[in-house]
């Protein structure tokens, strides 16, 4: 018999993509299930960026790229670093990945060794406590509850670090409670951060442009830090381009380095036709984003106001990304039907199958009192998924 390594066995299926599984499933079978578990941009890919990709095909970029990306791609985002966040990486800091996933996973793997500890806020990004495992790295988790804006403190952060950390892994705008982490407090993590230069900070920034907050700060903008902190981004939310699969890093030029070599044995370079839209969308006026960025912020007062109508759920107001992540844990214990609520992962399946709507268990973001709601879809389909969850949510008693 074949036997699957130990590595695997302590992986978890990823619960955003297990449930779209489900989900298509569900809907093979007929049913109405409205979805709202994957955080994918409903718009399409801005046409400029799709005349740049046939641009590529018709000039015959089809063949192998450089592992790192190509170099008119890097000075574009070394120029999109300096334009947007004020931060200056040169060319041979930058990397490019199959997707920002990638960025991280070589992060990791490329300074992490077994026992290392890796700092998380929770809630967290379901795979960042998952890449770390594959690293042989321990996930130390800091809870930060919806009370608090799910945003850690500096002395959270200082009471955390041990002689083992080697490691942060943090996102602003964050998946999945769209919390935003303003300058102010970023600073105050910088100066805890400074106090440890042998630690790493990833700081994930893929939704930088979906902001409700004003200017998108970045942890690198702090001199004291800046040797520390590795940068990533990519094109998959601001830009709508899921399925182009492009991220990259901004970071110290040996971690660069390491990524470099490591992403050289695992996939080498990024799709060609992907990396020269990529310019385009990189060269752009993030300006351009308003009516999106806009309509995502109707779509979050939209869904808030209708879960401020169903009693038992907790909210706060996120300022970024498009998700919400309210807090259900006062209906732990409720039943319906023969059916009684006991987790979070429970009632997503309860709603799931008696709202046909399909939302993400907190459990896998790090916080067991809460669901993931995301908006990335029309108001008109999110008016009707909110009013099936309401239906289904005063059934439970």
Known sequence: MIKLSKRLEAMEESATLAMSRISRELKAQGKDIISLSLGEPDFHTPGFIKQAAVEAMEQNYTTYTPVSGYDDLREAISMKFRRDNNLSYGKDQIVVSTGAKQSIANVV??????????????????SYVEIVKVSEGVPVIIEAGIDTDFKITAA?????????????????????TGSVYSKEELAA???????YPHIVVIADEIYE????????????????VYEQVVTVNGVSK?????????????????????????????????????????????????????DMITAFKGRRDLVLAALNDMPGVKTNVPQGAFYVFPDISSFFGKSYNGTTIHTAEDLCLY???????????????GDPNCIRISYAASEETLSKAMARVKEALAKLN
């Not at 793997?109 to 379901?126: K, N, Q, T």
């Not at 083992?164 to 996102?171: L, P």
């Open 156 to 176: 959270q952060l200082e009471a955390a670090v041990t002689p083992k950390s080697k490691m942060i892994i943090f996102s602003t705008p964050c998946n999945p």
């Open 351 to 365: 709603l799931l199958s008696e709202a046909l709507v399909a939302l993400v268990t907190g459990e896998a973001f």
């Open 238 to 290: 601001a830009w709508a381009m899921t399925g182009w699969r492009l991220g990259y890093v901004g970071a110290p030029k040996a971690i660069a380095d390491a990524c470099n070599k490591i992403q050289g044995q695992f996939t080498s370079g990024t799709c060609s036709i992907t990396q020269r839209a990529s310019i385009a969308a990189m060269k752009a006026d993030p300006s351009v984003l308003k």
């Open 209 to 224: 442009h979906i902001n409700f907050a004003g200017k998108h700060a970045s942890l690198a903008q702090f001199p004291e």
């Open 109 to 126: 793997l490329s300074c992490i060794d077994p026992g290392d500890e890796v700092i998380i806020p929770a809630p967290y990004w379901v």
């Open 189 to 195: 993590l910088a100066q805890v951060i400074a106090k």
